[in-house]
Nanobody, 123 residues
Framework: QVQLVESGGGSVQAGGSLRLSCAASGNFIHGACMAWFRQGTGKEREGVAR???????NYINSVKGRFTISRDNAKNTIYLQMVSLKPEDTGMYYCAAEDSQICTIYPTWYTDWGMGIQVTVSS
């Protein structure tokens, strides 16, 4: 089982920026689908961004142009750069991984999860 550890969360004002990191144990992420999910209070967990082993990325519409997912295979780490943050971006952000060439938006697709990290955006 892969261990995923998120870092970089915190509290910012609307319009601010944060960069989340997710460090994976071992040499796992090279061939894996990696994703970021978030869950606001009372809301379902939603897929924010995902990156395939070949580097292709996908985003939900609400973060396109503001969030960027990237991976550094040498460091076994993925990132989520978030700019122009809005209060509706507030929530727990989770890193997820699946040993597959295929990525989906469904939380049930992913086997390995981090503990999550809080992002709070105030207006």
């Amino acid at each position: 089982q892969v261990q995923l550890v998120e870092s970089g969360g915190g509290s910012v004002q609307a319009g601010g920026s944060l960069r989340l990191s997710c460090a994976a144990s071992g040499n796992f992420i090279h061939g894996a689908c990696m994703a970021w999910f978030r869950q606001g209070t009372g809301k379902e967990r939603e897929g924010v961004a995902r990156i395939q082993p070949n580097g292709d990325t996908n985003y939900i519409n609400s973060v396109k142009g503001r969030f960027t997912i990237s991976r550094d295979n040498a460091k076994n780490t993925i990132y989520l750069q978030m700019v122009s943050l809005k209060p509706e971006d507030t929530g727990m952000y989770y890193c997820a991984a699946e040993d597959s060439q295929i990525c989906t938006i469904y939380p049930t697709w992913y086997t390995d999860w981090g503990m999550g990290i809080q992002v709070t955006v105030s207006s």
